[in-house]
């Protein structure tokens, strides 16, 4: 079976810092204002029956992505091992994709933006005009997996070849790997917890899997 | 940074920001467009030069289509629109419409009695494809169930019914038109029920529930009852007045609902939680859904 790379956020176990926020947006450059991962921060209840519960949300690179079928360009793709991708150089920026997705994880920026409104030099260097006015999301660090495929390391077990949000994240919630193996960290974890994904029902097949309690006869993973 | 750019609430459905009164432009006037193709082709038969009328509804495509041209993010990539014909209704759109201008112009230059019914069916396919590419948006409830495929595409054929009820006081054999206006003005008036019916059963955001509640009664009343009784009338009696008078209502509620549709009722999906985690003592709880009405389980 083909590699399907997948992430496990373990929600008894967020605490809601956005150090993964942080991560994504050192790692990626993203402009204010857009963030490819965010951490929600959902209350629910009447006191004192309450409850808060953190969720980090991103793209979900769905085996079934509703963003890639209505793109009239083909500038979003899907790889082998399961990653929606997006070439800056076919997209339009119709927005299409953004109306498809239930994820709310794509942006389109069609004006630079910095946070001090003149850019500081970090922000000069990093400057990507190709991502002006075309749709950007999480990539899930593609450029770290493509790098395991040269030096042999294995996404989800070491650190340069996964995602820099599961790098950071300072409380173990987020785990990356190959959920088609069954001997990977993340199927693993999946088999020994209770788990669900966002909006199944809309038939998407995410690759993002939230851990919300233990095994159901009592062990914990 | 003000609340507009404010992505850390992202946790209700939000109103779509991206497809603004341009994109809305393209289902309003195109649809109109599309609608007045087909309903001219039907009434070219009755002996009338309605080539006129072709190039208002040409014209009004071609709006459209310049209104979303303007609102693309990279409009000289434009052509890379074309690509995705296995699966993209916006390709498939942007395939039909020089197809549209192509039959269209040769109705115009030499008449052809075919000519008209190729671009009025291609007017169909044409809104066909614009109420698909709304269902296929699975990010936004209020477009994605079939049925929004329905009160669109008839939301579009009593367009262009309208318009050429408008006509009738230019070409007066054209207000037997307004019965045809009515019947399709009672088709709409279904599909619009049929659709609140169907958001209802699956559930939308609060937020969209609304909108489209408070639309209801005033579309109801001046979209399908006011616009139906006066073409009924006019079109029985011959009164082109009363079925131009028709047509407006028509024309202009449809416009209005499909601006309503696009910009004001589109909320996202917003995130669920069907189970709450356990934490340390506490045990795992039932699902949230902010911004809903329910709550899917597990």
Redesign the interface.
């Known amino acids: 079976m083909s590699t399907r790379f997948a992430m496990a956020i373990d929600l008894r176990r967020c605490v809601g810092c956005q150090t993964c926020t942080a991560a994504c947006k050192s790692a990626n450059a993203t402009p204010p204002g857009v963030q490819w991962r965010r951490v929600l921060d959902i209350e629910d209840g009447r006191f004192p029956d309450v409850s808060r519960t953190f969720l980090p949300v991103a793209c979900m690179h769905c085996a079934n992505p509703p963003c890639m079928h209505v793109c009239p360009t083909t500038a979003t793709k899907q790889r082998e091992d399961g990653l929606v991708t997006i070439d800056y150089d076919l997209c339009i920026g119709c927005s299409n994709c953004i109306m498809a997705c239930p994820y709310d994880a794509r942006s389109i920026e069609h004006t630079p933006h910095y946070a001090y409104g003149e850019p500081m030099q970090s922000e000069t260097a990093r400057f990507d005009p190709d991502r002006l006015s075309v749709a950007t999301k999480c990539t899930f660090c593609k450029d770290r997996l493509d790098l395991a495929a040269v030096t042999g390391q294995t996404p989800g077990v070491d650190p340069e070849v996964t995602p820099a949000c599961v790098n950071s994240c300072i409380s173990g919630a987020m785990h990356f790997g190959d959920v088609n193996d069954p001997d990977s960290n993340i199927s693993m974890l999946l088999g020994g917890t209770q788990h669900f994904r966002m909006h199944e029902e809309l038939g998407t097949d995410p690759s993002v899997y939230y851990i919300w309690d233990g095994a159901k006869n009592g062990a914990d993973a | ?1 003000n609340k507009s ?1 404010n ?2 609430d ?2 209700l459905p ?1 109103q ?1 920001r ?2 603004d009164g341009r ?1 809305a432009a393209n289902f309003i006037c195109g649809g109109a467009g599309g609608g007045l193709l087909l309903a001219t082709a039907l009434a070219s038969g009755r002996g009338a030069d309605l080539r006129p009328l072709l190039v208002v509804a040409l014209a009004l495509v071609g709006i459209g289509l310049l209104a ?1 041209w303007l ?5 000289w ?2 052509l ?5 014909a296995a ?5 498939r759109e ?1 395939m039909i419409a020089p197809l549209l201008f192509a039959s269209g112009a040769v109705a115009i230059l030499f008449n052809w009695p075919a000519a008209f019914w190729v671009a009025g069916l291609l007017g169909l396919v044409y809104v066909y494809c614009q109420a698909c ?1 709304l269902h ?5 409830p209020a ?1 994605r169930h079939a049925s929004c495929i329905g009160v669109v595409v008839t939301t579009d054929m009593v367009e262009g019914a309208g318009l050429l009820c408008v006509a009738a006081l230019v070409w007066p054999g054209l207000v037997f038109f307004g019965i045809l206006l009515a019947a399709l003005l009672a088709v709409r008036w279904l599909a619009w029920r049929k659709y609140l019916a169907s958001l209802r059963n699956a559930g939308v955001p609060t937020a969209t529930s609304q909108v489209l509640n408070a639309l209801d009664v005033r579309f109801v009343w001046l979209g399908h009852a006011a616009p139906a009784a006066l073409g009924l009338v006019g079109g029985l009696a011959g009164l082109p007045l009363l079925a131009m008078l028709a047509g407006i209502l028509a024309a202009a509620a449809g416009g209005w609902f499909k601006y309503t549709l696009v910009c004001r009722a ?1 909320f ?12 340390g003592q ?1 045990k ?2 039932l699902g ?1 859904q ?1 911004g809903w009405n329910r709550v ?1 389980p ?1």
Do not use: C, D, H
């Open positions: 940074m750019r992505i850390g992202r946790t939000r779509q991206n497809w994109a979303v609102e693309i993010g990279r409009p990539r434009a890379n629109v074309y690509l995705n699966t993209s209704w916006m390709t942007a590419m296929a948006n699975k990010g936004i477009w589109a996202t999906q917003g995130f669920a939680l069907p189970r709450t985690p356990s934490r506490s795992a709880g949230v902010p899917r597990i």
